[in-house]
């Protein structure tokens, strides 16, 4: 089986991944690092891309821990998150997105306000 198009009309989740109307795509378009275990499409592997999106893959890594039943390290990966933002304040969401699972876990993401 091979993805061939997909949509971006469902819901988005805490892990930043929008769900698909319809057919769910995410197991054809995920690949995975053995040493973190972050997830992502293949693009986020780009070492360009990484070096940009470097708050939001150490947001998805604490995501990923606290999905899978690890709070030390979940809280341990979102604490980086002021200095993986650094100065970009268009990042700074995700510091709160960050603290928001020790105050109020849930799913998905209010996007009104931005968590």
């Known amino acids: 089986m091979s993805l061939r198009s ?4 469902g819901p988005l ?3 930043l991944y929008r769900h698909a109307g319809g057919f769910p795509s995410l197991p054809l378009m995920v690949h995975y690092c053995t040493p973190c275990g972050y997830s992502g499409p293949i693009g986020d592997f780009d070492p360009e ?9 150490t947001y998805l ?12 390290k979940a809280k341990a990966w979102f604490a980086r998150m002021p200095d993986a933002v650094g100065g970009n304040a ?3 969401w995700l510091i709160d997105l ?10 998905m993401v209010d996007e009104k306000r931005g968590t």
């Open 61 to 72: 890594i604490g995501e990923l821990r606290r999905r899978t039943g690890d709070p030390d």
């Open 98 to 107: 960050a603290i928001q699972p020790s105050i109020n876990p849930k799913e």
């Open 13 to 15: 989740t805490t892990d």
């Open 49 to 57: 891309e990484v070096a940009a999106g470097r708050a939001v893959i």
């Open 90 to 92: 268009k990042q700074d």
């Open 6 to 9: 997909t949509n971006t009309c």
